[in-house]
Structures are given as C-alpha cells and as structure tokens.
C-alpha cells in the first residue's frame, strides 16, 4: 500500500500538464502574436496603448493574487477556482473576435487577460498533489514543455482563420481551443474533499495582514522576500518580450507575419527543450542555481536582438529565448516550492505570482513610453526599448543571490 501510494500518477499528470497546453494557446495568440499587432497594425493604435491595456490588466491581477491563493486554501480546492477564471478568460476572448473594435477590444482584453492570468494560482497550487511520486522539477518541466507544444498546436490550428480573414478572426477560435484542452484537468484530477477553515469572505481584512506578515516574516520563510522581489524584476523584462517581441520584429526586422509566425514557432520548439533540459537541470543543480543560469541565457538573447542589424542574426534570437522561456517558469517553480511550507502553498503561490504579474505592469509601460517618448528616432526607439529590458535582468539576478540554497 506504502509503495503505491508513492508511484506516480501520470493520468494527474498528464490532466494538469495540459491545462499548461491549453493556456499557452491564449499566452501565444493573444498576448504574443494577434492581439498587439491586431491593435497597432490593423487598428492603428501605438504600443502604449496595447502596453496601457495590459498593465491595468495586470494590475487587477497583482493585487487580486494572493488573496485568490488564500481562498484556495481555505476553500481546500483549487480545481473549482481554476474553472471560473479561466471560463472567465474563455468568455471576453470571443467577444475581442464578435465586436471587432479598437476600444472595447481592449477592455475585453483586460478582462481576457485578468483569468488568463489568475488562474495560474490554483493551477500551481495543484503540482504538489499531481507531483506525488514524482519530482517536481521533472513534473514542472513536462508541464511547460507540453505548454510549448500547446503554443505550437494553437498558431498552427488558428492560422487558417487569419489567413481567410485577418488576425481578427483569431480570437473566437483561439478561445474555444484554450476551453476544449481545459477539460481533461477540470474533470480528471480528483481532490481532497476538506472542509473550508474559515469563511473567507467574511474576514478579508485577516487575510491581508497574513499575507503581510508573510511578506515581512522572513526569518520564518528565509529567502522568500528576496526570491518575490527578483522575481518581479527578471519578469519585467521577461514579460515584455513575451508582449512585445512579435512587434519589434515586424516593426525593426520588417517581419512578415507568416515569417513571424515561424520564429514563434521555433522559439517555441527550443522552449520545449529548454523546459525538458533545465526541469533536469533544476533536480539536479537546484532550483536557485538554474534560474540564474536561466537568467544569464536571457542577457545574452536580448543583447543579440539588440545588436541584429539583419535578419539573419536575429532569427538567432528565437532559439536563445525561447531555451530561456522555458527554463524560467520550470526552475522558478520549483524554488516556489523550496521555499514554502506546505500548508501555505497556496498563498505563496499567489504572493509569486504577484511579483510576476507586477512585471507585466511596469516592463510593458517603460517599452510603450521609451518608444512615444523617442518616436522621432525610428526604429532606432525600439532598440532603446529592449536595451531597457537588460536593467531588469541584471537586478534580478542581484537579488537572487541572496536566496540560499536548499540543502
């Protein structure tokens, strides 16, 4: 009985991974390849506005985040909340493809985005229990890699729409392809029925001074403070790219959308291996380690974007971030976990997930304000832009060395 309790269960594992394929969908179409251009090509709007849109968003997630991770945790379940967010996400995604205009494009991205993004509380939340048996490192890792393979699928299976009708016709379907992959994790991972410990709603102001105190109490959760705050920093840059890559390469590189969509679809590729590489990388170096590893990758791909005055250089930057994309989300989550008691795993989670989100919130407004501000250079603002980015890495990197090592 003791032994099969510690086998893994790769039906859970495999259910959870796919809610990875399945948001990557969204993460890739919307947020990467249609939407922004969708807003300063077809709708003719500037990168502050796409940036301005995805800021507030974020906004409302930040803070938002770590009390959605406290109500998974006293709710005891995080499979219910996971379902109404990203229904949530679902919803407003197909109404962007229904309106087809500018301004309510961007509230219903707001919104869009919002559970897109919420949802990975309770989402992380679930990898200690599908991860029984098995590695955390190996079980993130297979979660991102089959996201990335999840990001793939979506470009592939929506580009017939945009070919017959313009990028505005790649909302609908890109929704309905984030729900269908959704299912197998609502329904197939089963969990602990426990009984809620408090009434969540009816002691908000509590929560909140838990979770500051969480943030202040470091001795209890050493490295937890300055893990959140790099966190916050590295993802500024991190998130930008994700936001603002297919952008700079149309505008810069003079990319075509179909050669956009092939450099996307490599980064990804090399996502895929890096995810696979540095899960491996994480179980055995540990997680602090490789993501400063990870962190020293991504330097050296912006400096390449940086200084590519061809296309041919730069189609290099695509394999370069996209290993790095990869080993981010794997070895960042699994230092979540070193760094958290079990019974809080939740409400660190949200409190991670926050500094992350507070990254889509700053990055995206300093990239949207270099380029108003430096208009009058050219391209040559985007290139300011994404030199930008480099500060943020560096000083995530800074910070991370004051997160110990698990012994």
């Given at each position: 009985?003791?032994?099969?309790?510690?086998?893994?269960?790769?039906?859970?594992?495999?259910?959870?991974?796919?809610?990875?394929?399945?948001?990557?969908?969204?993460?890739?179409?919307?947020?990467?390849?249609?939407?922004?251009?969708?807003?300063?090509?077809?709708?003719?709007?500037?990168?502050?506005?796409?940036?301005?849109?995805?800021?507030?968003?974020?906004i409302?997630?930040?803070?938002?985040?770590?009390?959605?991770?406290?109500?998974?945790?006293?709710?005891?379940?995080?499979?219910?909340?996971?379902i109404?967010?990203?229904?949530?996400?679902?919803?407003?995604?197909?109404?962007?493809?229904?309106?087809?205009?500018?301004?309510?494009?961007?509230?219903?991205?707001?919104?869009?985005?919002?559970?897109?993004?919420?949802?990975?509380?309770?989402?992380?939340?679930?990898?200690?229990?599908?991860?029984?048996?098995?590695?955390?490192?190996?079980?993130?890792?297979?979660?991102v890699?089959?996201?990335?393979?999840?990001a793939?699928?979506?470009?592939?299976?929506?580009?017939?729409?945009?070919?017959?009708?313009?990028?505005?016709?790649?909302?609908?379907?890109?929704?309905?392809?984030?729900?269908?992959?959704?299912?197998?994790?609502?329904?197939?991972?089963?969990?602990?029925?426990?009984?809620?410990?408090?009434?969540?709603?009816?002691?908000?102001?509590?929560?909140?001074?838990?979770?500051?105190?969480?943030?202040?109490?470091?001795?209890?959760?050493?490295?937890?403070?300055?893990?959140?705050?790099?966190n916050?920093?590295?993802?500024?840059?991190?998130?930008?790219?994700?936001?603002?890559?297919?952008?700079?390469?149309?505008?810069?590189?003079?990319?075509?959308?179909?050669?956009?969509?092939?450099?996307?679809?490599?980064?990804?590729?090399?996502?895929?291996?890096?995810?696979?590489?540095?899960?491996?990388?994480?179980?055995?170096?540990?997680?602090?380690?490789?993501?400063?590893?990870?962190?020293?990758?991504?330097?050296?791909?912006?400096?390449?974007?940086?200084?590519?005055?061809?296309?041919?250089?730069?189609w290099?930057?695509?394999?370069?971030?996209?290993?790095?994309?990869?080993?981010?989300?794997?070895?960042?989550?699994?230092?979540?976990?070193?760094?958290?008691?079990?019974?809080?795993?939740?409400?660190?989670?949200?409190?991670?997930?926050?500094?992350?989100k507070?990254?889509?919130?700053i990055?995206?407004?300093?990239?949207?304000?270099?380029?108003?501000?430096?208009?009058?250079?050219?391209?040559?603002?985007?290139?300011?832009?994404?030199?930008?980015?480099?500060?943020?890495?560096?000083?995530?990197?800074?910070?991370?060395?004051?997160?110990?090592?698990?012994t």
């Amino acid at each position: 009985m003791i032994q099969k309790e510690h086998r893994p269960n790769w039906p859970s594992i495999l259910s959870w991974s796919l809610y990875d394929f399945a948001n990557t969908i969204f993460s890739m179409n919307i947020i990467s390849l249609y939407f922004p251009l969708w807003v300063t090509v077809d709708k003719g709007g500037e990168d502050i506005l796409y940036g301005f849109a995805l800021s507030l968003s974020m906004i409302l997630v930040a803070f938002s985040m770590p009390l959605l991770g406290v109500l998974s945790d006293r709710m005891g379940r995080r499979i219910p909340l996971l379902i109404g967010l990203t229904l949530l996400s679902v919803f407003f995604t197909c109404l962007i493809g229904v309106f087809d205009h500018l301004v309510l494009g961007l509230l219903f991205f707001i919104l869009a985005n919002y559970g897109f993004h919420a949802a990975l509380v309770p989402y992380d939340a679930l990898l200690p229990r599908v991860s029984r048996g098995s590695s955390v490192g190996k079980v993130a890792g297979i979660g991102v890699a089959l996201g990335y393979v999840g990001a793939i699928v979506g470009i592939l299976m929506v580009k017939p729409f945009v070919s017959e009708a313009g990028r505005g016709a790649s909302f609908i379907p890109t929704a309905l392809l984030f729900l269908v992959f959704s299912l197998p994790c609502f329904f197939m991972i089963k969990e602990e029925t426990r009984k809620a410990t408090t009434i969540f709603w009816l002691n908000i102001r509590g929560e909140v001074a838990k979770i500051k105190n969480t943030l202040l109490n470091t001795k209890r959760y050493p490295g937890l403070l300055p893990f959140l705050v790099a966190n916050f920093i590295y993802c500024d840059a991190v998130n930008t790219v994700i936001a603002f890559m297919s952008v700079y390469a149309y505008q810069v590189m003079g990319f075509s959308d179909s050669m956009i969509r092939i450099f996307l679809i490599i980064s990804t590729v090399f996502a895929i291996a890096g995810s696979l590489i540095f899960g491996w990388t994480t179980d055995h170096l540990g997680a602090k380690r490789t993501l400063m590893l990870v962190l020293y990758v991504w330097i050296f791909g912006l400096v390449v974007a940086i200084v590519s005055f061809s296309p041919f250089i730069f189609w290099m930057v695509g394999p370069i971030v996209g290993v790095a994309l990869g080993g981010t989300w794997v070895s960042a989550r699994a230092l979540v976990v070193d760094l958290s008691p079990p019974e809080q795993i939740g409400e660190i989670y949200g409190l991670y997930n926050m500094g992350g989100k507070f990254g889509f919130i700053i990055g995206p407004l300093v990239w949207g304000t270099i380029v108003w501000a430096f208009g009058g250079l050219g391209i040559i603002k985007y290139r300011i832009a994404i030199s930008s980015l480099l500060l943020f890495l560096i000083g995530g990197l800074y910070l991370l060395r004051k997160v110990p090592d698990k012994t």
